[in-house]
């Protein structure tokens, strides 16, 4: 892990690694899964022999968010993302851009936005409907289409989900904050856009924060922020940041 700073708290923030999290609850934090099923069902499995075996007293699992778009299954992820949350309200949700992407999309379909043209003709795919983007009559048919065939199940998913959860001294969130603003008034575009005012901050911050959005070949553990982004969609590889009281880990599983 890279952690190029020395182990210490100042007054504006926390490093890496003196973060805690809850006594008594262990966290699972995944990463971009963008329509890799296969590989969310890998992780899940995973997660939950750990839970067995290891008995801890409480858990929580946080999805960063992008859920949809690129790979091949989103439709799959949404189906497997909604079980686990009915069963067990422990599995927390958050949004990413292209989730957010997808609704604006069902609502205001537009073949040059963030769906459209990156990674949505596969999500169209998934539930069955080629979304044609070269000519606009069937642009405005196949679009229909996909808005018939997603389930208001999955809608109603994607609309509820949050944009940040907070747990000891971590801060989760898809894309990462805008520096100097207190965490509980960082703009929501921010949780799920931003990149480059907040990855090349230098600066602790409050709480460590724990996010996605901008893949890397490997996990990125800073002083003052976790990257489990691992470019599932293209490498194969989906991560997970494990933290159970003082205890910080990577658990990634792969093609």
Same mark, same amino acid.
């Given at each position: 892990?890279?952690?190029?700073?020395?182990?210490?708290?100042?007054?504006?923030?926390?490093?890496?690694?003196?973060?805690?999290?809850?006594?008594?609850?262990?966290?699972?934090?995944?990463?971009?899964?963008?329509?890799?099923?296969?590989?969310?069902?890998?992780?899940?499995?995973?997660?939950?022999?750990?839970?067995?075996?290891?008995?801890?007293?409480?858990?929580?699992?946080?999805?960063?968010?992008?859920?949809?778009?690129?790979?091949?299954? *989103?439709? %799959? #992820?949404?189906?497997? @993302?909604?079980?686990?949350? +009915?069963?067990?309200?422990?599995?927390?949700? $958050? &949004?990413?851009?292209?989730?957010?992407?997808?609704?604006?999309?069902?609502?205001?379909?537009?073949?040059?936005?963030?769906?459209?043209?990156?990674?949505?003709?596969?999500?169209?795919? *998934?539930? %069955? #409907?080629?979304?044609? @983007?070269?000519?606009?009559? +069937?642009?405005?048919?196949?679009?229909?289409? $996909? &808005?018939?065939?997603?389930?208001?199940?999955?809608?109603?998913?994607?609309?509820?989900?949050?944009?940040?959860?907070?747990?000891?001294?971590?801060?989760?969130?898809?894309?990462?904050?805008?520096? %100097?603003?207190?965490?509980?008034?960082?703009?929501?575009?921010?949780?799920?856009?931003?990149?480059?005012?907040?990855?090349?901050?230098?600066?602790?911050?409050?709480?460590?924060?724990?996010?996605?959005?901008?893949?890397?070949?490997?996990?990125?553990?800073?002083?003052?922020?976790?990257?489990?982004?691992?470019?599932?969609?293209?490498?194969?590889?989906?991560?997970?940041?494990?933290?159970?009281?003082?205890?910080?880990?990577?658990?990634?599983?792969?093609?």
């Amino acid at each position: 892990m890279n952690t190029t700073e020395p182990a210490k708290r100042r007054l504006t923030g926390i490093h890496f690694l003196d973060a805690r999290g809850p006594d008594g609850i262990r966290l699972y934090a995944i990463g971009d899964v963008h329509g890799r099923r296969d590989l969310l069902a890998e992780m899940h499995a995973r997660i939950r022999a750990e839970i067995i075996r290891d008995h801890p007293s409480d858990w929580r699992i946080i999805h960063l968010g992008d859920y949809v778009d690129r790979g091949p299954d *989103s439709k %799959g #992820v949404l189906d497997l @993302l909604l079980s686990a949350r +009915l069963a067990d309200k422990r599995v927390l949700l $958050l &949004a990413g851009n292209h989730d957010t992407g997808f609704l604006e999309f069902l609502a205001h379909p537009l073949p040059t936005g963030l769906f459209a043209l990156y990674g949505g003709v596969e999500t169209a795919r *998934s539930y %069955g #409907v080629d979304l044609r @983007l070269d000519e606009p009559v +069937l642009f405005r048919e196949s679009s229909r289409a $996909l &808005a018939r065939a997603v389930p208001p199940a999955h809608v109603g998913l994607l609309s509820k989900l949050e944009y940040s959860c907070v747990f000891g001294d971590f801060f989760f969130c898809h894309a990462g904050i805008r520096p %100097g603003i207190p965490l509980c008034e960082q703009d929501r575009m921010d949780l799920i856009w931003i990149r480059d005012a907040f990855l090349d901050w230098p600066h602790l911050h409050p709480k460590v924060i724990v996010h996605g959005h901008t893949p890397t070949p490997e996990p990125e553990v800073m002083p003052n922020r976790v990257n489990v982004d691992t470019g599932a969609c293209r490498t194969g590889r989906l991560t997970a940041l494990v933290i159970d009281g003082g205890d910080k880990r990577l658990l990634s599983v792969s093609d």
